[in-house]
T-cell receptor
């Protein structure tokens, strides 16, 4: 299995809803990432988990709450979102964290994304 | 932190011609520079990457060059084909850093 799988593909939610995005990989990767991508913009890093521990939080508002239950799974819990949070949310993984210097181990593999619309 | 600038923002090339996209970076300690291709509605996919200990890397029609002194790196696509049409993002990563900083993207259109 060489893929990162994200569910759901599309999500529409109201500002008072609570929902979650899920990400799964079975490549044995030990680093997982959440990125946010607005239309015609590059991916923006939100969170990094390395060996199931949160290693980077890019000052993301608390209405986004990440969770890494085990080395294969990454969740993003959503609560009280704003319309401007509508975007494509991309999960990615890499063999080890990007800080590691081992050649080939830093390659990010992205999932297909979850397109979120907040009404 | 790292800052990556990318030019041009759009590029149209006749099929069969070459395309070149350039990026500059700010952190002289950066040591890893990948290029991602993102087709409309799809995920970003790595097409080639280069580390700071080499100056050039090729993979069939795609090549990347790195000039550490000038702090810039470029993507070269030769014999372009319609399926090369996509948005291309460069990125840079500082030494010992967990974060990949992306350029603003180049929309490449191959004209048949």
């Amino acid at each position: 299995d060489t893929e990162v799988t994200q569910t759901p593909k599309h999500l529409v939610m109201g500002m008072t809803n609570k929902k979650s995005l899920k990400c799964e990989q079975h490549m044995g990767h030990r680093a997982m990432y959440w990125y946010k991508q607005k239309a015609k913009k590059p991916p923006e890093l939100m969170f990094v988990y390395s060996y199931e521990k949160l290693s980077i939080n890019e000052s993301v508002p608390s209405r986004f709450s990440p969770e890494c239950p085990n080395s294969s799974l990454l969740n993003l819990h959503l609560h009280a979102l704003q319309p401007e949070d509508s975007a494509l949310y991309l999960c990615a993984s890499s063999q080890i964290g990007l800080a590691g210097a081992r050649s080939g181990a830093n390659v990010l593999t992205f999932g297909a994304g979850s397109r979120l619309t907040v009404l | 932190g790292e800052n990556v600038e990318q030019h041009p923002s759009t590029l149209s090339v006749q099929e069969g011609d070459s395309a070149v996209i350039k990026c500059t970076y700010s952190d002289s300690a950066s040591n890893y520079f990948p290029w991602y291709k993102q087709e409309l509605g799809k995920r970003p996919q790595l097409i080639i990457d280069i580390r700071s200990n080499v100056g050039e890397k090729k993979d069939q029609r795609i090549a990347v060059t790195l000039n550490k002194t000038a702090k810039h790196f470029s993507l070269h696509i030769t014999e372009t084909q319609p399926e090369d049409s996509a948005v291309y993002f460069c990125a840079g990563k500082g030494f010992g850093n967990e974060k990949l900083t992306f350029g603003t993207g180049t929309r490449l259109t191959i004209i048949p």
